[in-house]
């Protein structure tokens, strides 16, 4: 019997090998560069990809292994990251500080991963020394298999969306701002697609159906998207197909992304459309324009931009938010429908409590996680924990819950975490920011989001049923939100704040999830990680240790 089984996980493990083998590849070649360009007027240095602000679209389909070579062309060492996408078991490729040494200036690297079950609207974008503020972003469209049908008509045509705060000043100016210990200011201006207001333009075919994949792309804004005269109708976020329904204006938080369809008039009737895509909880207002021309159409706009909610609505948002529901009858990335996982049934086997706060050490400025913020080690954690190099960091250095009794520290924190462990974390944010958090490796089950403290007794109030699966989720001022994740991807995962200055300063840290009993073939789980690629490269004191 034990030969048995253990023959058939070897069959299951050999065609798994043979599905990644059939899989068709995808190659892209991207040189990053420094040009110049001036969206809000004023010229900068900014980060292109192949001379493209933004990057090329990375378009690719479930199971597809892309390869990504990355020359490096800047004066900085670089990485890439790619927000929202599982990387499958293969952590080496997820392009974090701590997963990846960089790849130096004048070097190439190739990035290979497989897009395994997975749909969806994503980005890109440069994970290190806050490039991200140069540009170096692009959108991610994960489709689905030909056999796989959408659940909505073929939309005649995608429309990628990138929503971005802007700042006249070079990424190097802001760093340094940082690194004594200061904020950043609001932004200049919000960019759509990497231009300024009006600059962007859009042409709609009368009566078709558009997709709109927007994510919110920029370093600390929350970006509302209205278009004037037409509804948006949420169909997707981060992988999730939602409930379909209609919105004026829709909330998104930095590092989000969302599907919307939009149905253009059977008649533009002379006119084109505003888009805006305005900042929240700013003030003053920030406003990005682009303009939707129609075909039958050579109309000038002259009314005025639509109108968002009130600034500091924070009621209006959360609210928004709370409406988005899994649709639990259709299937995504497989046939099955989504609702065939019921994670509602699932057991669950750890709590952990997440506090982000302020620190000032030094007089600079900090931000924390549990009283602890994250310090870079010597050597990178996937690194160190794969050559087993010493003091490098400690396991359980942060706590699952926050020790008021503590003084905040700086640590390198890494939570130790079981394969297939259902862990329940909330997240808390006291403060009077809103919050945007993201897991690297995973979707989440976002079951609650309310004002207030948190207590037990809130979990009878979670959606246990269809709460949607995404990977990033915002945090509104003095409340919680409440997320489970199915630990099923082994590896070295940074949570993090998609805040880039919270992110810069310290308010990170990274789950290890190992497999158990990776001897033994009849307990599954097992270690099912990716072998360290060929092409790693070492840098740290991972440089005195060799490949098998
Ligand atoms: C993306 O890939 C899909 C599937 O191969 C293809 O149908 C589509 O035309 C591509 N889109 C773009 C913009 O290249």
């Known amino acids: ?27 892209y070649d991207w040189t990053v560069s420094y040009s110049r360009r001036a969206p809000l007027g004023v010229e900068k240095q900014v980060i292109v990809i192949n001379d493209e602000f933004p990057g090329p679209l990375l378009n690719a389909s479930t199971n597809d292994i892309v390869h990504v070579n990355i020359h490096n062309n800047l004066m900085e060492p670089f990485l890439m990251t790619w927000n929202g996408i599982h990387v499958r078991r293969n952590s080496w490729q997820d392009g974090a500080q701590e997963t990846n040494c960089p790849i130096m200036p004048g070097q190439s690297w190739t990035y290979t991963f497989q897009l395994k079950d997975q749909i969806g609207s994503f980005f890109y974008f440069p994970s290190l020394l806050l490039q991200k503020g140069g540009g170096g972003y692009g959108a991610i469209t994960v489709n689905n298999r030909d056999v796989l049908l959408l659940p909505f008509n073929q939309p005649y045509q995608d429309l990628n969306m990138l929503l971005a705060d802007w700042y006249n000043a070079h990424h190097w100016d802001l760093r340094r701002l940082l690194d004594e210990g200061h904020s950043l200011r609001n932004p200049d201006g919000i960019l759509i697609n990497g231009l300024g207001p009006y600059d962007a333009n859009f042409v709609f075919e009368p009566g078709q159906t558009y997709r709109l994949r927007i994510s919110n792309v920029g370093l600390k804004t929350s970006i509302n998207l209205r278009i004037e005269d037409h509804q ?21 938080h930095v590092g989000q992304s969302y599907s919307v369809l939009v149905t253009a008039k059977s008649h533009s009737q002379g006119g084109s459309f505003y888009m805006v895509a305005s900042s929240r909880f700013t003030f003053p207002e920030i406003t990005g324009v682009a303009v939707i021309r129609y075909t039958d159409s050579l109309g000038e706009h002259m009314g005025p931009l639509p109108q968002g909610p009130s600034l500091f609505d924070y009621s209006f948002s959360l609210d928004q938010a709370r409406s988005i529901r899994w649709d639990l009858s259709v299937g995504a990335a497989r046939e099955n429908p989504q609702g065939s996982f019921h994670y509602g049934n699932i057991k669950i086997s750890r709590m952990i409590y997440l506090e982000n706060g302020v620190m000032t050490n030094q007089n600079k400025l900090r931000y924390t996680i549990n009283g602890v913020s994250f310090v870079h080690p010597d050597t990178p954690l996937k690194l160190a924990d794969y050559f087993q190099i010493n003091h490098v960091f400690t396991p359980g250095i942060i706590p699952d819950m926050p020790d008021q009794t503590r003084m ?16 329940h974390v909330v997240l808390y944010n006291p403060l009077s920011q809103l919050q945007s958090w993201h897991l690297d490796g995973y979707s989440f089950f976002v079951v609650g989001m309310e004002q207030g403290n948190w207590n037990p007794s809130k979990m009878a109030t979670y959606n246990m049923v269809d709460a949607v699966s995404r990977s990033t989720v915002q945090v509104y001022p003095s409340s919680w939100t409440a997320i489970l994740i199915k630990l099923d991807n082994q590896g070295m995962w940074n949570l993090r704040s998609q805040n880039a200055e919270n992110w810069y300063l310290g308010q990170e840290l990274y789950i290890r999830v190992k497999g158990v009993g990776q001897d033994d073939p009849l307990t599954i789980p097992t270690n099912d990680e990716a072998p360290i690629p060929d092409n790693v490269i070492k840098c740290g004191r991972a440089l005195l240790h060799f490949l098998p």
Not at 11 to 17: G, P, R, S
Not at 234 to 242: A, D, I, N, P, R
């Open 232 to 252: 948006l109708l949420l169909v997707e976020t981060e992988g999730s197909y939602t409930i379909k329904q209609y919105y004026t204006s829709l909330d998104i």
């Open 1 to 27: 019997m034990a030969t048995f089984v253990g023959f058939l996980i070897l069959l299951l493990i050999t065609l798994e090998v043979a599905a990644d083998l059939e899989s068709p590849q995808v190659f």
């Open 408 to 423: 905040p520290t700086l640590g390198t924190s890494v939570i130790d975490a079981l394969y297939r462990d259902f862990v």
